[in-house]
C-alpha cells in the first residue's frame, strides 16, 4: 500500500497563488504516476493534473491548463501542484492519488486538502 499526505492548502484571494505538496509512504518503490483530483462542493470529483513517475510526462484539464503546474521530486517521493491565477472555480478539496498499474486500478488517495479562492 501507498500512505499519501498533503498539504499547502488555505484561503486565497482570486488572482493568488498556492503550491500543494502530497507525500508518499509505503510501497514507493511500485508507483508508476501521480496526480491531483479536486471536488468542489456540491460537484462531482474531476481530474486535475497528472505527472508519470519516469519520463517527465504531464497531463492537464483544460480548465487549469497554462495556470497550474504539476512537478515532482522522486528521491523524496514527492509531487506538487504549482497553482497560479486562482480563480473562485477552483475553489475544492483537492485530493492527491498515487497509481501502482498504468490504468489506476491500484489507486490510493490521500485525505484531501481545502483550497478556498474568495473573489
Known amino acids: 500500500q501507498v500512505q499519501l499526505g498533503e498539504s499547502g492548502g488555505g484561503l486565497v484571494q482570486a488572482g493568488g497563488s498556492l503550491r500543494l505538496s502530497c507525500a508518499a509512504s509505503?510501497?514507493?518503490?511500485?508507483?508508476?504516476?501521480m496526480g491531483w483530483f479536486r471536488q468542489a462542493p456540491g460537484k462531482e470529483r474531476e481530474f486535475v493534473a497528472a505527472?508519470?513517475?519516469?519520463?517527465?510526462?504531464?497531463y492537464y484539464a483544460n480548465s487549469v491548463k497554462g495556470r497550474f503546474t504539476i512537478s515532482r521530486d522522486n528521491a523524496k517521493n514527492t509531487i506538487y501542484l504549482q497553482m497560479n491565477s486562482l480563480k473562485p472555480e477552483d475553489t475544492a478539496v483537492y485530493f492527491c492519488?498515487?497509481?501502482?498499474?498504468?490504468?489506476?486500478?491500484?489507486?490510493?488517495w490521500g485525505q484531501g486538502t481545502r483550497v478556498t479562492v474568495s473573489s
Open positions: 492519488y498515487a497509481d501502482r498499474d498504468r490504468l489506476g486500478s491500484l489507486r490510493s
Open positions: 509505503g510501497r514507493t518503490f511500485s508507483i508508476y504516476a
Open positions: 505527472i508519470s513517475w519516469s519520463g517527465d510526462n504531464t
